[in-house]
């Protein structure tokens, strides 16, 4: 049994942006993804009080750290300007880079 | 496209400390959240057969280092004692410090 | 208020696998687990386009390092055969390891 680094990239974004979201994963090298819907709440400046909870979708892609590269540039280019992203990556050790 | 170093916080607790929880996170400097409603199970000693499921929330902050010491003091002060409560911190690599 | 290096381990496995998996992680030493429901697609050499999304359930423990190498062979020797499974283990600091 082996373990492999790897990043997690888990990208936090608007529902109605699924589907360009998921062909961009795809592009950039991902072979699976979770998907998991989330409540959020947020923005720079302003109290959570005042703000409606929206209904957002978070997934989560094991890729090498040149796919997370790609994954961040085409989000910052053509996602950060039409829809509420947040994106970042974590270092995990996978024991299988397998199905999702 | 710049990356940033911050510290994601998950916090996972029981329903009914919702509205507390949030106020927390929002004095503590957090400019956003995700919430997930998760199943749990679990306490030191006991066999998991033996335990009922509870329906718990989780939520994920992504904040630098001080506020997540800021939370992490309040929460064992003031969540610790009434609330069935787990936290903890990851490293992680922003690249938009956005919306959530 | 002190913060403990602990290893968060995550499993994403088909829904049928859910009793057993349960059993694993306790007997590996787990004290809790939360359960969130998760959609997913994926398989090494197909485009998503072409793969159904299937509901699958995503399981984190946060253990010690020896029970996550535990966990993992476990998984590699009993799961891995049977069901389409995901494991990976990320560096974490827990405020308290408690009722999770």
Known sequence: MTLYPMKLVTVVT???A????VRLLEEAGAHGY???????AGAQGARFADMPESA????????????????FE?????????????????????VRAGKF
């Open 14 to 16: 608007e529902s109605l």
């Open 18 to 21: 699924r589907e360009p979201l």
């Open 34 to 40: 979770t998907l998991t819907h989330v409540e959020g």
């Open 56 to 71: 957002n979708i978070k997934f989560k892609v094991l890729v090498p750290p040149e796919a997370a590269a790609r994954i």
């Open 74 to 94: 085409r989000l910052a280019a053509e996602f950060f300007p039409l829809y509420a992203t947040v994106a970042y990556e974590t270092d995990v050790r996978v």
